[in-house]
């Protein structure tokens, strides 16, 4: 299989598609919790798909959505060949208190701890 520059437009929670070790660079960013509806156009103003259960900016729960980043992020480190990238887009986001109670999203904050731990995880540092 040659993949040389290619671009998959999909969900990269299962990269069946790709060997292990097999990519030198990711570049990716994960839809907002909770802030924006993907199923908007940019305005926010009018439909243009339907939204879907599974799409990670549709979760309900902060906890589900980072649980489901998780998966994401393993199944990155699989495909990653050793010294690979991993580039994440992600702006601190102003989010609801009555969602996550703090006056920021930590969105940004989660996602680096989580890649430190799979890193560690990884190197059987626990």
Not at 26 to 50: C, L, R
Not at 56 to 67: D, I, K, P, R, V
Request: hydrophobic share 35%; charged share 25%.
């Amino acid at each position: 299989m040659d993949f040389i520059n290619k671009v998959f437009f999909k969900s990269s929670k299962r990269m069946t598609e790709l060997p292990d070790n097999s990519v030198h660079l990711i570049v990716t960013s994960p839809p907002y919790f909770n802030i924006k509806d993907y199923a908007k156009n940019g305005y926010q103003t009018e439909n243009h798909s339907h939204k879907k259960q599974e799409d990670l900016g549709a979760l309900e729960s902060y906890e589900e959505y980072q649980e489901n980043l998780l998966e994401v992020w393993q199944e990155c480190e699989r495909v990653l060949k050793p010294n690979g990238k991993l580039v994440i887009n992600t702006p601190l986001m102003p989010m609801k208190k009555a969602d996550y109670d703090t006056h920021y999203n930590r969105h940004i904050f989660d996602i680096k701890q989580i890649c430190s731990i799979l890193s560690l995880v990884k190197q059987n540092f626990f």
